[in-house]
């Protein structure tokens, strides 16, 4: 192992996806400040090893509820100075162990990848709302013969131009989900914690405070949520109830946002029309998980984030946060 510090990639995927490589691009520009040491098991390493491990750099699990990088991990590294990972959440990361024991957590911040999240939240909404998943499954197998025939396939298609729009969790990310749906010419509500009155006339958003409003009055709804105790399950069977059943619900921010028993009990009813998720509880849902057999859920595998430049913005804070951590200074994007 190198004589300079060590930057452990760390990852609780099993098998680890590989660090991503934009990380490794990136490492000659900090190779006098630390070296890094791609994905092992911390149990796996040698004492002399750990003992030169100063940071620990996030490549996946993101989406956990639990802490997946806690005390355990921490108390094997000796002379860890820095968390830091490349994502806004933080769920994953035991914050408090970590602020115990003098180790410094970074984070990038949410305006860094709230358009790529954005984006993405408004290609589930159109995939989910006019088939086009299901459209692009059924024109590889199916030969049309009329258009009638068609429609009894695709139906119900919703309108997304004119609709309501709920959005729930109004930070970057919800914010610039109202910028793209302006564009649809939506009603858009939002539903906070504190109300952001400076951006209600730009945005052309509502104020909604009362929850079971927006989800009564909306065609859509969008999660933009962090996980919280407070937001854990905040879409349970009772507000799934709420909801138009030809409404659509999207999650971008955590999975365990949602209760995905009661999601699954209610699509199976037909409570509401359809879902896509990008994230879900937990993250890599199993394949054997009734939501995949369902053709009105859309699921992908929480990539909200991935665009090259989004990328290159996220990676290149958290490689300064590991610098300046290093050498014991404030980090640029502390949590
Ligand atoms: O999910 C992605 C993030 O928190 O940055």
Same mark, same amino acid.
């Given at each position: ?13 099993? &098998? ?47 989406? *956990? ?38 180790? *410094? ?34 024109? *590889? ?67 909604? &405070? ?16 962090? $996980? ?61 998980? &009734? ?14 984030? $991935? ?29």
């Amino acid at each position: 192992m190198a004589s300079s510090p060590v930057v452990l990639c760390y990852s609780s995927f099993n &098998p680890p996806r590989p660090a991503f490589d934009v990380l490794f691009e990136l490492a000659p520009a900090y190779e006098s400040d630390f070296t890094l040491l791609d994905l092992v098991a911390v149990a796996d390493l040698k004492e002399d090893e750990r003992a030169k491990i100063e940071g620990i750099i996030c490549t996946g699990g993101y989406a *956990r509820t639990d802490h997946e990088l806690g005390k355990e991990i921490m108390d094997l590294l000796p002379n860890l100075k820095v968390i830091s990972t490349p994502s806004t959440g933080i769920n994953h990361i035991d914050v408090q162990a970590a602020t115990d024991r003098g180790v *410094r957590v970074g984070r990038s911040p949410g305006h860094f990848q709230s358009d790529s999240v954005a984006e993405f939240a408004f290609g589930l909404l159109l995939a989910s709302a006019r088939s086009i998943v299901l459209a692009n499954e059924v024109a *590889r197998t199916t030969v049309f013969s009329s258009g009638q025939q068609k429609i009894g396939v695709f139906s119900p298609i919703q309108q997304v131009t004119g609709s309501t729009l709920g959005i729930i969790g109004f930070g970057n990310i919800g914010r610039a989900v109202a910028a793209k749906a302006k564009g649809f010419n939506m009603k858009i509500l939002y539903y906070s914690r504190t109300r952001k009155k400076d951006q209600e006339k730009c945005l052309g958003v509502s104020f909604c &405070p009362d929850l079971k409003k927006l989800l009564q009055e909306s065609d859509f709804v969008i999660l933009c949520l962090p $996980y919280t105790d407070q937001t854990k399950h905040i879409i349970s069977s009772k507000e799934l109830c709420l909801m138009k059943p030809t409404a659509t619900l999207i999650n971008v921010g955590r999975g365990g946002t949602i209760n995905h028993d009661d999601l699954t009990a209610a699509l199976h009813n037909g409570v509401i029309r359809g879902v896509a998720l990008d994230v879900t509880e937990p993250d890599n849902l199993p394949k054997d998980h &009734p939501l995949f057999k369902m053709q009105n859920v859309i699921i992908t595998p929480h990539i909200a984030t $991935y665009t090259e430049s989004t990328f290159l913005k996220v990676f290149t804070t958290a490689m300064d946060n590991l610098k300046a951590g290093i050498k014991g200074e404030e980090l640029p994007y502390p949590v």
